[in-house]
Each structure stands twice: as C-alpha cells, then as structure tokens.
C-alpha cells in the first residue's frame, strides 16, 4: 500500500492535548482511506506524540531534522517532507492542515515537486485515478471533486473535515536529517505563544457560537462566552462586533476573518452578510438567533430562533449547565 | 542619491462577491458573469506598498495577469497612488492552476525587476492563500507572508505575523516577498485628482513570448490539478424558524440535544 505523508509540524509545537493536536490526528483518519499514513515531524517528536500518531493510524513517524527549524519562516516545513516524499519514493499523496504555516509549505512543495496542488478539502476520498479532493467554493454555493494529474498530489485539508479514528495501532520512528539547502527565510526574531482561553482554536472547534452586532454591547459577549463554554466550544464574531471592539479581531469569522467549519455553528445577533456566510458556511449544522426575521442567515440556518438573544442566550445557557 | 526601492505589488481581478459566482463549462471561473473587481484583500496590499513608499520612498508598480477587463483591477489600484502597471495578458493563460501562475507571476516579476513584492493574504474568488509563498519559492527570496504589520528599514522588512498559536515577529533582508491581511489598516479610497492621475500612469502589456514561457506550460491543459464535477449546492434549505415565545432557549438546547450536538 501506498504512503500517504502527513505533515504534524515542529515537535515543539505547544499541545495541550499530550503532544499532537486535533487536526493532525483528523488527518490520519482521512490518510488512512487512501493509503498506509505516515506521519511527518519537524524535529524529534516527544514519546507521546508518537504514542497518539501511532494509536491513531500511523504506522511510521518520519522525525526530520532540518536547520534551522523554528527560526526560520515556512521553508523548513517544505524541505522537511520534500525529504520525505524523496525517501518513500511515491507517496499516494501528502495531506497539510489549513493553518497558514502548513498551508504555505504545501505551496512551497508542489512548486519543488512540480505537482498539484489542492487546497480546503473538505473531504478526500480514495478513486481509480489517485485521491478527489472535495471543495465547497464561492461561499459553499459549490461543490466541486477535483484531482491532481501530475505529480504527488499535496492537499490542504480544512479542519473538521474528518473525525479522529482511534486504531490502537503504534508507529516505528524513522529519522531523516536534511542538509541545508540555503533557501533564504525570514528569520523569527521574537515568538509570543496566544494567551490561552482555555477553549480551543477557533478553525480547529467542533463547536463555534459567534456573537454579532445584534447583542448590542461589549458585555453582550459573556452570554456568548457562557454558552461556548457551556458547549466546549469556541467563541466567534462578526466583523461588525469586532469593528466595534467587542472582541478581538483574532476570532472573526469572515472572509477577512477565520474560516470555520465546525459541527456546530450557532449565531448570536448575526444577520449573515456574504463576507460572514463565506467563512462559516460549511459548518455542519447552523443555529441562528436574532430579533430581525429578514435575517440572511435564517436561510441558511436549520434551526432560527427570532428573538432576543439577550432573552435567548441566557435560558439556553441554563438548560445547557443543568444537562451538565 | 540612492536608487528608490522597486515594490511591485501583485493584484487579482476577482468576480464580485456580492453577485452570483459561477464556473464555465470548461470548469473554470466563470469571469463573464458577474461584474469583477480589484481583490478586496489586495486592497490592503496596495495601501502597504504606498505607505512603504511614503516612508522610505519607492517605485509601485502592480503586477496582474489574466483577460483584457483584468486591466481594470490595474486603474484601480493605480487610483489609490502608485506609478505604473504591468498587465500580463495571453490567450494561453486561461484555466492556469497555481503552478502556472506563480511561474507567470515569478517571471514578470524578474523582467520588471523587485526588491520587495507584497500581495494580498488570498483572492476573494480561489481564496487559497498558497501563490505568495509559490513566488518566494520560486525567486528563492525570504517569505514574510500574511503581515499583520509591516515595515521596511534599513535593507530589511520586518513584519508580525499572527498565526493560529502563537503572534511572531519576522524579519528579512531584501528582495522578498510579503503578504499582508486585513490587519494592516484601512485601505485608502481613490481620490478624484488619484483618478484622473491613474488614466496617465502607463499601463503595459505583456504577453508570454515577452516572458520567454512556453504557452503549454500554462492554461487549462497544462494544469497540474483537474476538475471532474461542479455540483451547484442546493442552496442550504432553512430548516425551521420559529418566533421566540419565552421558551427559544429552551428549543434549542432540545434541538442540539435531538441532533446529539449536547
């Protein structure tokens, strides 16, 4: 069976959740339908890592050492499974998560490969002519199957877009070091890791509940925060509560915001404009709540409350914290 | 005196967000259905090419490639400052997936000479956020890409990038290539006088021959990536909408709990 690569990213990535973060362990279940997954890390992956790699679907850990890694901006990452791809000889394909550093190695990869390349997969399925990449493009008003024709076909893979398969499997590490291969890289001169919330990375959450103009102030964030939390998920806004400082712009929803594509999607006070609809739309289920019945996004939503949410939020909160 | 600074900006003609997006038979982008526009994200792009201009002083060229009204997306830019366009415009480059147009891009890039490129963080139509980082592979110059702020001093440009887990500050040292996002500030808006100015910027046209690119290196047939189907959504059908009568959060904790979402 084929190698499918998966890029995990540094070693030292900060993980609350034991070494390896969800959209990586997402990947492997996709990886798993198209070929024997092979998981690939910058740097030495600490003995948990590959403990939950192994237990959800790789069967080998490719621990690469490339110089400079860490320091230097996005060429690393593509030297790093470039090296790979090299080693195993014809993966069936490289699959990257959609977080921007992935994402532009994917890029830097299929130009060094001279193959296609696929972005935002929703879905990868196994075909009689190599991997169809599923997209959801102009705002979800499209699905469209697609294939790389030449070349290994390297994928960015949205998150959500596959569940985490626990194999109970375990992976053999195999060490790859790549010499310098003098790309120039913006050097990393000062790092600040995110504040933790203690609620997960908004395009990572299964569950998103975003607050928009319509809970009309700042403070109107807490009922948000409080039914995210009630639900483990994360908090959005729209551009318009962000605008006007009521969140930070670091969790917008939108076109010039975050994309998500979570389970659940719930909206506070959003009336759903094109921009906001082209970063959420692909979100599984929708719920939406707002005073205004002409709404946009009641056409989109499966369940529409119109109402208050100042009345609204707070009752659900409480039927949500009683469930436990 | 020194030489000012080459900033050439790359710039997309996008089919308007606002209106209907759709493909043509062949798959591709369908580009005559709806009004285009200059990429709002590539606004951001020319607004930090001037401002990088204004502070240090610089050359703004904007760089685009593809049909005739592409042109468009140039004047507009070339309205909110900057000096001149270069429109790189050939039959052959329809259906040109990204490996096509960052070698199109990458090589009028060496024929206009840069010492910095800035783009947008995606195009609102492909959104795939993948063709500056193709261009600084291509070059082989540093990548500062999706610049959250950014400046350039002494030779070098330094910018923040915000990423998923952590905020980084880069920097490098010129040519480079730079993306920027939303975050870097208001884009200016077309003065009347930055208007009329724009119908005497020179605007010029290149096709491939002039890049020394092979026409079957790009285009449809070329494309490293095909398409097999486009399947119009049905448009998400509403589900249920119900007036809030006192118990609406209590409907949707039952509602998420039906759909084992609680």
């Known amino acids: 069976m084929s190698d499918v690569l998966v890029l995990v990213g540094p070693a030292d990535h900060p993980d609350p959740a034991g070494g390896v973060r969800k959209p990586a362990l997402e990947l492997l279940a ?43 901006v996005v060429a690393p990452a ?32 299929a130009v060094r490969l001279g193959a ?21 493009v102009f705002a979800g008003a499209y699905v469209v199957r697609s294939r790389a024709v030449r070349g290994v076909p390297v994928v960015v893979v949205k998150p959500n877009s596959a569940a985490p398969e626990r194999t109970g499997g375990t992976a053999a590490v195999r ?13 990393v001169v000062e790092r600040r890791e995110r504040a933790g919330t203690g609620r997960p990375e908004l395009t990572e959450a ?15 964030f807490a ?47 959003i009336s759903g404009a094109i921009q906001h609809r082209a970063g959420m739309q692909t979100s599984r289920t929708i719920v939406a709540v707002n005073k205004d019945p002409e709404a946009p996004l009641f056409e989109i939503a499966d369940l529409g409350v119109v109402g208050d949410v100042n009345e609204v939020l707070p009752q659900l909160a409480e039927e949500l914290e009683a469930r436990g | 005196m020194p030489e000012p600074l080459r900033i050439v900006v790359c710039v997309k003609h996008v089919p308007d967000a606002a209106g209907e997006r759709g493909f043509a038979a062949d798959g591709t982008t369908d580009r005559a259905a709806v009004d285009g ?42 309205s909110m400052g900057g000096d001149a366009a270069v429109h790189v415009q050939d039959d052959a480059l329809h259906g040109s997936d990204y490996l096509a147009t960052s070698l199109v891009l990458a090589a009028a890039l060496e024929r206009t000479g840069y010492d910095l490129v800035v783009c947008g963080m995606a195009s609102t139509d492909g ?110 059908t509403a589900g249920t909408v119900v007036r809030d009568e006192g118990d609406g959060g209590r409907r949707i904790a039952a509602f998420l709990a039906e759909q084992k979402l609680a």
């Open chain 1, 30 to 72: 996709l990886a798993r339908s198209l070929g024997d997954p092979a998981a690939v890390v910058l740097g030495t992956p600490s003995p948990e890592a590959v403990e939950a790699l192994g237990a959800h679907g790789a069967t080998t850990v490719w621990a690469v050492q490339v110089p400079g890694a860490g320091e230097r």
């Open chain 1, 116 to 136: 296609g390349l696929l972005t935002d997969a929703v879905d990868v399925q196994a075909g009689p002519e190599g991997p169809v990449v599923v997209q959801s």
């Open chain 1, 223 to 269: 009922l948000v925060e409080r039914v995210a939390d009630a639900l483990g998920g994360a908090v959005g806004a729209s551009r318009a509560a962000v605008d006007a400082g009521w969140y930070p712009h670091s969790q917008q929803v939108g076109q010039t915001g975050k994309t998500v594509s979570p389970q659940l999607y719930l909206a506070a006070g």
């Open chain 1, 175 to 187: 060490e790859l070091a790549v010499a310098d291969d003098g790309v120039p890289a913006a050097a």
């Open chain 2, 127 to 236: 959104a795939g956020s993948v063709v500056p980082a193709m261009l600084a592979e291509r070059l082989r110059v540093p990548q500062a890409t999706l610049a959250g702020e950014l400046a350039v001093e002494g030779g070098e440009v330094r910018a923040r990038r915000d990423g998923e887990l952590a905020s980084e500050v880069v920097r490098a040292p010129l040519p480079a290539v730079v993306s920027v996002t939303d975050q870097t500030g208001e884009a200016r808006y077309p003065s009347f006088k930055g208007i009329m100015a724009a119908k005497k910027k020179p605007v010029t046209t290149w096709s491939l021959a002039d890049l020394g690119i092979d026409p079957s290196q790009v285009g449809l047939a070329a494309a490293a990536t095909v398409v097999e189907e486009v399947v119009p959504r049905p448009a998400r």
């Open chain 1, 206 to 220: 299964s569950v998103v509940v975003a607050g928009g103009r319509g809970l009309g102030s700042g403070e109107g």
């Open chain 1, 78 to 109: 593509a030297a790093a499974l470039e090296a790979v791809v090299r080693e195993v000889g014809e993966p069936a394909a490289v699959l990257v998560g959609a977080a921007h550093d992935a994402r532009e190695a994917a890029a830097r990869l």
């Open chain 2, 37 to 78: 526009r200059l990429s709002e994200l590539d606004e951001y792009a020319v607004e930090q090419a001037l401002q990088v201009a204004e502070a240090v002083g610089a050359r703004v060229t904007y760089l685009t490639m593809g049909p005739a009204q592409a042109a468009d997306a140039l004047r507009k830019a070339l």
